[in-house]
């Protein structure tokens, strides 16, 4: 079973940026996509940011295209966001998800089965 960290969350003003980070262990790392969810208070967590098992390739939700960028480092288990142009409505408790062995970066996006690991979450909180 993998084990999830997530650090890197805190208070911003709008159009500042953030950079979360998600250590990995207890399963090979390069073995698996990385993703990135988020949730706000009274709503249901939503999809953010995946990406495939070689970095190679990402997937992104409509709402952060262009502001966030999700990468991986495979040598040091690690898998980040970085956060740009954040706005209010960014405003939640971002969770760092590994998907099955089978999964695809697209498949986490779109798949309610293709998460099988989650961290404990980071809050991030953006000011007008």
């Known amino acids: 079973q ?5 650090s890197g969350g805190g208070l911003v003003q709008a159009g500042g940026s953030l950079r979360l980070s998600c250590a990995a262990s207890g399963r090979t790392f390069s073995s698996y996509a990385m ?3 988020r949730q706000a208070p009274g709503q249901e967590r939503e ?3 995946a990406i495939s098992r070689s970095g190679r ?4 939700a409509d709402s ?3 502001r966030f960028t999700i990468s991986r480092d ?3 288990n690690t898998v980040y966001l970085q956060m740009n142009s954040l ?5 939640a408790v971002y ?3 590994a998907g099955p062995p089978w999964a695809t970066a697209q498949a986490m996006g779109t798949q309610r089965n293709a998460v099988d690991a989650w961290g404990q979450g980071t809050l991030v909180t953006v000011s007008s």
């Not at 993998?2 to 997530?6: D, K, P």
């Not at 390739?57 to 992104?60: C, E, V």
């Open 64 to 66: 952060v295209k262009g």
């Open 35 to 37: 993703g990135w969810f």
């Open 95 to 97: 969770y760092c998800a």
């Open 74 to 76: 495979n040598a040091k």
């Open 87 to 91: 706005k209010p409505e960014d405003t």
């Open 57 to 60: 390739s990402t997937d992104l």
């Open 47 to 49: 999809f953010v940011a």
């Open 2 to 6: 993998v084990q999830l960290v997530e």
